[in-house]
């Protein structure tokens, strides 16, 4: 990559260069032409005076040597040709330097042809204001003949730009060779650590030393690495607390049913509850992971159909009151008196508010208390479950949601949370298009508020 990138980048400089050079090269021969050319006609205009002073001179004759002297001053490719009044040709006069100019450029293999000619016929003054000549004046339409001091400037300038050229292709070349390493550099430490990440190195950080798109994906790259090791982080601690959870139940149905085997304890009512109320424990959590691994995927679709909401939280509150009252928690309602219809899944809704009002009540101690208010906007229900429980602590409440998350690991234990339950929480609201906030503080209780829009409720 490196190679293709600089090669990429040099070429790109290479091409705008000579680019650049050619157009400076025609504009530079535009313009030098029309200089040239100016300065040619501005020499013809004073001509007349010049001849005429020749001529007053030399006693009202043409001297041929004046006339010669003058003749080295002509622009190059002009000829004149001095004529009477009476058009008897006086003189032609040349810069005698134009042949020996035309000659040399021609041995350099420059083509120096002239095909295209202007002409001006000029009129010579006498002193007296009389005409004593006439003078045919016949020169290059564009200026193509240049003298030896034109001829070093256009080739001090070609020489400068040569140079310029030169200069600026090694400096782009030396930008390219930059460029190129400091972009390729980054990414080559990236696939390293990238491959480092695939053998289980989620450790593995990359240094951001820039903050463009490069330094951007390494800033991606070191946050993907945060959540692969927090994830593998969660599910070793999952994988522990889901053992735990297994083994809690299964000791106590072993141990119970042993001590029926023994005659130890007898099959009556309330021993066969106490087995009754493990296998429910068992069944809730093989049901969430099911539920929440079903949903994570995507394949989890409610089944839509119009539901009275108030229903639903009175049947989970009059499920779990026998354990509110067995730890003396205070329940205090606010519900409207009319149902509150909206489509939705009764079972998932049912669960949801199951879990959240479960949970309210493992982590609120004894003779602590819960309150759930239901209210019914234009096009929202707010349901709200508070509780004087252990609270969350505030560097916790933006993980909650996650799976196998659990606030208080030790505290979690010994109530038997496997931080699946507000996972699947989040994941029905997801299908109902709902939202949920918490508030919390350690020690005092939290407050879960629940919104589900009511857009679709059939009457």
């Known amino acids: 990559m490196r190679r293709k990138l600089f090669l990429s980048t040099f070429a790109v400089i290479l091409v705008t260069l000579a680019l650049s050079m050619l157009s400076v090269n025609l504009v530079f021969k535009r313009q030098f032409t029309t200089y040239v050319t100016k300065t040619t006609e501005s020499s013809i205009s004073q001509l007349p005076e010049r001849l005429s002073s020749i001529y ?190 297994l083994r809690t139940p299964l000791t106590s149905l072993q141990s119970y049913i042993e001590a029926f085997q023994d005659g130890v304890l007898p099959p009556n009512e309330e021993n066969l509850s106490a087995l009754s109320e493990e296998i429910d424990r068992l069944v809730s959590l093989s049901s969430d992971l099911k539920d929440l691994n079903i949903a994570e995927i995507g394949k989890l679709h409610p089944q839509l159909q119009p ?19 067995e730890k003396k928690i205070e329940l205090t309602t606010k519900l409207p008196p009319e149902s509150v219809m909206l489509l939705a899944d009764e079972r998932l809704l049912t669960r949801l508010f199951y879990n959240l009002i479960h949970n309210a009540y493992k982590y609120t101690e004894k003779e602590g208390s819960i309150k759930v208010e239901l209210l019914s906007h234009n096009k929202f229900a707010e349901i709200s479950i508070e509780d004087t429980g252990i609270g969350i602590p505030e560097d916790d409440l933006s993980f909650i949601f996650e799976r196998f998350y659990r606030a208080e690991k030790s505290r979690a234990r010994e109530t038997g949370g496997t931080g699946i339950g507000l996972a699947l929480v989040k994941q029905i609201l997801l299908l109902h298009n709902g939202t949920i906030d918490v508030k919390s503080t350690v020690g005092k209780g939290t407050t879960f508020t629940v919104s589900l829009p009511l857009e679709k409720v059939q009457n």
Do not use: C
């Not at 020169?139 to 003949?145: E, I, M, T």
């Not at 782009?172 to 430490?189: D, M, Q, Y």
């Not at 990236?190 to 994906?217: C, F, P, W």
């Not at 009275?308 to 939280?313: A, F, G, Q, T």
């Open 56 to 245: 007053t001179n030399n006693g009202n004759h043409w001297d041929q040597v004046s006339l010669e002297e003058m003749s080295h001053y002509l622009p190059m490719g002009t000829q004149i040709t001095l004529k009477t009044p009476e058009d008897k040709i006086i003189t032609i006069l040349n810069n005698p330097m134009a042949e020996m100019m035309q000659k040399s450029m021609m041995g350099m293999g420059m083509n120096y042809s002239i095909d295209e000619w202007k002409t001006q016929t000029l009129t010579i003054k006498g002193p007296q204001g009389n005409t004593i000549a006439k003078a045919e004046v016949r020169y290059p339409s564009n200026a193509r003949l240049l003298n030896p001091d034109d001829i070093s400037f256009v080739t001090a300038v070609y020489r400068s730009l040569l140079l310029a050229g030169l200069v600026a292709l090694i400096i782009g070349l030396l930008l390219s060779l930059w460029t190129s390493n400091r972009l390729v550099k980054p990414l080559r430490h990236l696939t390293y650590a990238v491959k480092r990440v695939g053998l289980g190195h989620l450790d593995e950080k990359v240094l951001i030393s820039s903050h463009d798109e490069v330094g951007e994906l390494a800033n991606a790259f070191n946050s993907m690495a945060d959540d692969l090791k927090s994830q593998e982080n969660l599910r070793r601690q999952f994988t522990v607390d889901i053992v735990h959870e």
């Open 307 to 325: 539901v009275n909401l108030l229903s639903i939280i009175e049947k989970v509150i009059h499920n779990l009151s026998p354990l509110i009252q």
